[in-house]
Structures are given as C-alpha cells and as structure tokens.
C-alpha cells in the first residue's frame, strides 16, 4: 500500500470511526432518530449532487435494469442501516456501537456462504463461530447487566446484518459503475425512505442544539460523502486487502472520540467481546490471504 492510499484510507477510517460519537451528539443535543438521519442525507444528497454537477466530473445515470437493485441496496445500506444504528445509539454508548459495527465482516461472509455458495474452510468457521462469541458478548455488555438484550442492541444487529447484505450484492455492480457513482446512487435512494420523517424537522431543528445541528451537518458532509469518496480512491490505488485492514482501526477510533468528546466507554464485558471479534475477522482474512498467495503466484507464473 503506497502512502497515498495509506493516507486515503486512515482519514476514512478516522472519519467513519468519529461518525458514532457525533451520532450520540446530535441525539443528545435535541434530535430525534428519524430527523437525524434525514438532516445528514439531505446534505450527503446535496454534496453528491454538487458533485455530479461540477465542472470535469461524471456521474452517469444508472442502466433501467439496475434501478431496482440499486434502490433495495440504498434501502438495506443506507436506510436500514443508518436508521438502526441512529435508533440504536440512544441506550448504546458509541464506543459499543463501534464495536458492533466491528463484526460486520463476519455477518459478510456467511450471507457469501449463504446466498453466494463461497467457501470457507474448517479455520474460517472455527474463527466465524468465535467471532460470534465476541458479538454476544457486545450485546450483553451493552445491556448494562440487564437480564435480556436492550432494544437499541437489537437494532444495532440488525443494522449490521443489513449492511453486510449491502456489501455483499453490490459486488455485481462495480463491473459496471465507479465507486463514486455508486455510492451517489445508494445515497439518494437511501435518502428517499426517511423522507418519511419530514414533518416537523423544522422545528426540531429550531430546537437542537448548535453543536447537535453542526455535528449532524459535519455527519452528511464528511463521513457519508467525502470519506466514501477518499475511500473509493484508496482502493483504486492500492490493494484493496491492504487498505481494507485499515478498518481494524475503526472501532479504535470510536472509542478514542466517545471518550474524549462524550466521556463515554463501552462497558469491559462489551470491550472483551469486541476484541475476540476483532481478531477473529483478522484470523479468518489472514487465513483467506494465505490461501490466495500460491494462486496468485501460479497465475504470474502462467
């Protein structure tokens, strides 16, 4: 990985990773799940909008037959996705929720295995059932020693599900359009569900706070446009499994900014359990490369 993917990547990643943090902010400051998460893709739509508008760049219209695939992705990626960890980090602390989105590689691969028929060895499924350990783990320490799992714990798994889903049928899609059109494209239809939550968001808005409405403008502009942008770019540079291992950082860092901006911390039990999915991902993803080296290797050699 050359420096400039590196650099690339370590801003996206500190970006997204900032995003949990400033998502508590916005709540805490006034804002409700629903107004949130449609103030910040009103501006990610107009950023991708003024973008595709500036002079020199391109943003071609998708193909008809791709609509409707790119509509339910936006839905599963964007709408979904968002809104449950929005909703969720109303009882869960950031940090937490970091750590949940950690595992999103581990739910990735088993909707492959499942809808995409790809194969893991006897090592990866050791590492996918550890690592699914860890995410009991999180979601029990979220629950803050309660009996049974808070709300906020189920809709962030189910944000995390949803997003590997995401992940998992774009793929067919990057055949076809750049990594930047896709991502406008998934933007403006993820936006169009919380349209939904338009009512009164004037007058929410009205009533936040200045740093809950900055940190909620700072999340459209940011985290959801440019550090996709920045991302996107790495991975045309570099090795997308080199840049990729810069997510490790992510949870890392939403720790760092929840602890330093809110004064918040997971809870130990949740940080264990995080930690056992971590390296789990990492286990399964180094056992993967292995796998791919002699191929590749045969392949140069041919």
Known sequence: MNKKAFYLGLFTVVAWGSSFAA??????????????????????????????????TKIRLPAKQDIGKILLLGFAGISIYHFGLTYGEQTVSAGTAGLFIATVPIFTSIIAVIFLSEKISRLGWIGMTIGLSGVALITIGSSEGALEVSVGAWFII????????????????????????????????????????????LHEIQGATLEATLSTIYMG???????????????????????????YIEPVVAILVAWVWLQELPSGLSMIGGVIAVLSVIAVNWEAMRRRSPLQEKSSQA
């Open 23 to 56: 998502i508590r902010v916005s709540l805490l400051g006034g804002y409700s799940p629903g107004h949130l998460v449609l103030t910040r893709f009103i501006v990610a739509s107009l950023v991708f909008i003024l973008y595709a508008l500036w002079p020199g």
């Open 158 to 201: 189910i944000a995390v599900i949803s997003t590997s889903i995401f992940f998992v049928f774009q793929k067919p899609l990057f055949n076809r359009y750049t990594p930047v059109e896709l991502t406008a494209y998934f933007t403006w239809a993820g936006t169009l569900p919380f349209l939904y939550f338009t009512p009164g968001l």
């Open 221 to 247: 502009v940011i985290p959801a446009t440019i550090a996709y942008v920045t991302w996107s770019t790495a991975l045309s540079i570099a090795d997308a499994g080199a840049v990729s291992s810069l997510l």
